[in-house]
């Protein structure tokens, strides 16, 4: 694509892997403001539509024995229902279809970005940031009114010695406030990663003789990256439900 | 594409080579599509999937469950049948063998009706035979009397004696019970 039109008229190897993440408008040439139609725009709508012939059209038939579009559907609910249970607890329940919506887009912008010439809305920071915050936000909302001034007992480790907890509460602390950021890196980081190496394997498809070792890597990174969209999204999912946890259930 | 790329590039200028994930001047133009995609999609679950997936679920779960109920129902009524059937059997044999044992005995009565009769009927013409044999030998006793006599009174007449009747008669009854 981009790549390879650089490196045939620049006539060498020139390797453009981050071109792929470029955020461009698709009609028109002009800055991007806040309400511009670009391909993030594009994506995030095919996101939506993805999910509404998942989730909705799949299951319009409320067939008790379902069919496979359904059962998939049922799938991905009774994955993550199970999951908010289990890890975060049965009075969490009211919170898994805030957990599934997070878990729907992630999967579903993960797996749309691995089509080919597609923009992967999730390798951008700008949109794994935002989620992060979504969660850290609403944990600490939820810890703070359910559980008032004991959420602190999170930071205040009572089974360490008595003269450890000030700096145990230091390094709490900071944990807490670094989780939206490992939370919202590790997502956009894998998925960035994994593309970028993606189009450098292809830019090694330029020369005849590496070419089909370029090819065999794009197809083995290619499946990697299937796992990791999925597990991405998974492990995204699963940490919402974990501090959603802390902040139901504080005590260590 | 490659033109649209280069465009791009010419217009993010010294951060093209970057990453243009850390261009921030296109944020507030994700976080915004971003927001509104979450709230569509947040609409859309949990309107309309969610309820919808969660009802199905149910509903598959009470029919499991009411055909499993409907199944132990059945099978209780085939263990019903079959102890009726049981029953049934039990009866009829005992029934039969009320029969048997009745017809049984009804035989043994006449048999026993049949071998009396038999019995008397046989005693009664054993009884009239000996009468008979009794009869016939008296008789023959008798004739055997007269003729030892008439003979005995010959032979004394032919010896040239004089036979006394009386005498002749004692003689031969004498010797008779010898």
């Known amino acids: ?252 | 594409m490659a033109t649209e790329t280069q465009a791009a590039d010419a217009a993010h200028g010294a951060s093209a080579p970057g990453m243009p994930q850390l261009d921030f001047s296109n944020w507030g133009h994700q976080i915004f599509w971003l927001l509104v995609t979450l709230v569509v999609i947040y609409f859309v679950l949990s309107r309309i999937a969610l309820p919808r997936i969660a009802a199905v679920l149910a509903e598959r779960q009470g029919t499991i469950t009411n055909d499993i109920a409907a199944a132990e129902d059945l099978k209780a009524k085939a263990v019903e049948a079959e102890e009726a059937y049981n029953k049934a059997l039990a009866d009829a044999r005992a029934e039969a063998q009320r029969i048997i044992a009745e017809a049984k005995a009804e035989i043994q009565a006449d048999l026993d009706a049949a071998t009396a009769k038999a019995d008397a009927e046989i005693a009664a013409k054993t009884a009239e035979s000996e009468k008979r044999i009794s009869e016939i030998r008296a008789g023959a006793m008798q004739s055997v009397e007269e003729v030892a006599r008439d003979t005995a009174a010959e032979i004394v007449a032919a010896m040239g004696g004089k036979a006394d009747a009386k005498t002749v008669a004692a003689a031969v009854a004498e010797r008779m019970k010898g």
């Open chain 1, 1 to 252: 694509m981009a790549t390879e039109a650089h490196g045939s008229e620049e006539g060498g190897l020139v390797f453009h892997p981050m071109d792929q993440f470029i955020v461009k408008p698709l009609f028109g040439d002009g800055p991007v403001s806040f309400f511009t139609i670009t391909n993030v725009t594009l994506w995030m709508a095919v996101a939506i539509v993805a999910v509404v012939v998942l989730m909705v059209l799949g299951t319009s038939r409320r067939a008790v024995i379902p069919s496979r579009t359904q059962s998939v559907a049922e799938l991905a609910y009774g994955f993550i229902y199970k999951m908010v249970e289990d890890v975060a607890g049965k009075d969490a329940v009211g919170f898994f279809p805030y957990i599934m919506t997070l878990f729907m887009f992630i999967v579903f912008a993960n797996f749309l970005g691995l089509i080919p010439m597609s923009f992967t809305t999730t390798s951008h920071f700008a949109v794994t940031v935002v989620l992060a915050l979504l969660v850290f936000v609403t944990v600490t909302i939820v810890g703070f009114v359910k559980n008032g001034a004991k959420f602190l007992g999170l930071f205040w480790v009572s089974s360490a010695p008595l003269a450890l907890r000030p700096i145990l509460a230091v390094i709490e602390l900071i944990s807490y406030f670094v989780r939206p950021v490992s939370h919202s890196i590790r997502l956009a980081g894998n998925v960035m990663a994994g593309h970028a190496v993606i189009k450098v394997f292809a830019g090694f498809a330029a020369i005849a003789v590496v070419s089909p070792v370029s090819v065999v890597a794009i197809t083995a990174m290619y499946g990697l990256e299937v796992l990791v969209a999925f597990i991405q999204a998974y492990v995204f999912t699963i940490l919402t439900c974990v501090y959603l946890k802390d902040a139901l259930h504080p005590s260590h």
